[in-house]
């Protein structure tokens, strides 16, 4: 499992993070890319630089709009073009979910429907590089939790699209709020603004908490620098890390549950992680099975791990259907506003839950027939269970006309006779094979 750690000391800023990403040796395509499904080739340039801030190196990145009248992007919009271009699902999602977040905030501070929020400084080109670039970057990594410091949010004022405004930034207060972040005092600082609601938006919808690191192993820095000249190094940093196996496990809150039960119910497995997930549920009785079907889709865009649904019994003897959906704590708000907007429910009911899960990878494999995905499980007491990617076996089905189980098949016996190291008989003695690429990993 990677495990990203975002130290940031002197506040978060979507360039900052970005450039963070790029010092740990993204590729540009790997930000193009997707920029260029959303038709914006040849609207930006990036600078990115060597520097140092306060002694310490780290990269500066600066995009400069080549637009000669830059649009103002209303939400509706925006979500529109997120919506219909041709972007990796898991990409989509999670860039909805940072914009969605700001436009909720902007609109809350302003007073106005979400739809109608028009974006100035967060919707802005650069706004829309960082965004797409950071989601796409933390993805390309393969990140699976990410843990960030509690940051500061700065004091003074800021002149922004509506005048100079009082600091911390209203969106940024608002972000705060809705999500329980918690943000560091700075009055030791110099006035000016720490935290933009870019850095943190972004932040909100990626973190698993905000909360000093737990015990690690590092494995790869990034450094990010700020523009601004401090008293002291402005700078963010990302660490690709690795639990520490004797790591405690740790709550929500980031509270080390030192005092947790100690029978078998927690005992932890070799190769098993205990995490926290939240579990969404509501009833419906008055929904059509094509309205149903939608909703279910929409919420697995929106970032659910698993959605399923059962038939019960409601009041009056009239057939219902219970409708449950497991997440990440991130992704919580975002479903919710899925569960307002495309269902005739007006309660959802949430808690935590508890969940072991094993310690899994993947990455992409070439066959005679096509590449596939592959993902790796390690199973307690020894050994793993690899599993060949559904998608990637049904597309080279109907794109060969070949039976599903016959693919499948000849699948696997190429990657046997290929001495693939995940499909290799275990050796004793022998170093575990690879557990990860760079390959962006799938939505569970």
């Known amino acids: 499992m990677t495990l990203a750690l975002v130290d940031c000391p002197t506040g978060l800023a979507g360039d900052m993070l970005l450039a963070a990403l790029f010092d740990l040796g993204l590729d540009e395509a790997v ?19 060597e520097g140092r801030s306060g002694g310490l190196r780290g990269l500066r990145l600066r ?27 898991p990409l989509r999602a999670r860039v909805l979910a940072v914009f969605a977040l700001l436009a909720e905030a902007e609109a809350a501070v302003h007073g106005h429907a979400p739809e109608h929020v028009h974006f100035h400084e967060v919707g802005a080109l650069d706004a829309l590089v960082d965004i797409v670039g950071v989601c796409a970057g933390l993805l390309h990594f393969g990140v699976e939790r990410l843990i960030c410091g509690v940051p500061p949010a700065g004091h003074g004022c800021v002149g922004t699209a509506h005048g100079r405004l009082p600091l911390p ?16 005092g700075s009055e030791d600082f110099p006035p000016g603004e720490l935290t933009t609601p870019t850095g943190l938006a972004l932040m909100a919808c990626w973190a698993d908490r905000f909360a000093p690191p737990p015990a690690v192993l590092p494995e790869r820095v990034g450094v990010g620098l700020g523009t601004r000249e ?9 660490t690709l890390a690795r639990p520490w196996p004797e790591a405690p496990p740790v709550s929500p809150e980031g509270i080390e549950m030192g005092g947790a039960p100690t029978g078998p119910e927690m005992e932890r497995l070799e190769g098993e992680r205990l995490e926290t997930v939240v579990l969404q549920q509501c009833q419906i009785d008055d929904a059509t099975a094509e309205d149903l079907s939608f909703l279910l889709e929409e919420l697995q865009r929106a970032g659910a791990l698993e959605v399923f ?5 409601m009041k009056k003897g009239r057939p219902g259907t219970l409708l449950s959906v497991l997440a990440p704590l991130q992704a919580a708000s975002a479903l919710r506003r899925v569960w307002w907007r495309h269902s005739s429910s007006l309660g959802v009911r949430e808690s935590l839950q508890p969940r072991w899960v094993l310690e899994r990878s993947q990455r992409r494999a070439s066959t005679p027939l096509g590449e596939v995905g592959l993902k790796r ?29 016959d693919v499948r098949r000849r699948v696997r016996q190429a990657l046997i006779e290929a001495a693939d190291p995940w499909f290799a008989p275990p050796v004793p003695g022998a170093p575990p094979p690879p557990q990860a690429t760079s390959s962006p990993p799938r939505q569970p």
Request: proline share 10%; with cysteine; aromatic share 2%.
């Open 309 to 313: 649904c059962q038939p019960i019994a």
């Open 377 to 405: 499980a390690l199973l307690p007491g020894g050994g793993a269970r690899v599993k060949i990617e559904h998608d990637d076996l049904a597309a080279i089905a109907r794109r060969q006309d070949l039976p599903l189980a």
């Open 169 to 184: 930034a209203p969106a940024v207060l608002e972000i705060a709020r809705r999500g329980g972040i918690p943000l560091a």
């Open 31 to 49: 930000l193009h890319h997707p920029l260029r499904a959303l038709g914006l080739q040849g609207r930006y340039r990036l600078e990115r630089a």
């Open 230 to 238: 401090l008293d002291r190094p402005n700078l963010l940093r990302i």
């Open 63 to 89: 995009v400069e709009s080549l637009e000669s009248e830059p649009p103002h992007r209303h939400w509706r919009d925006l979500k529109r073009l997120l919506d219909e271009a041709p972007l990796a699902e």
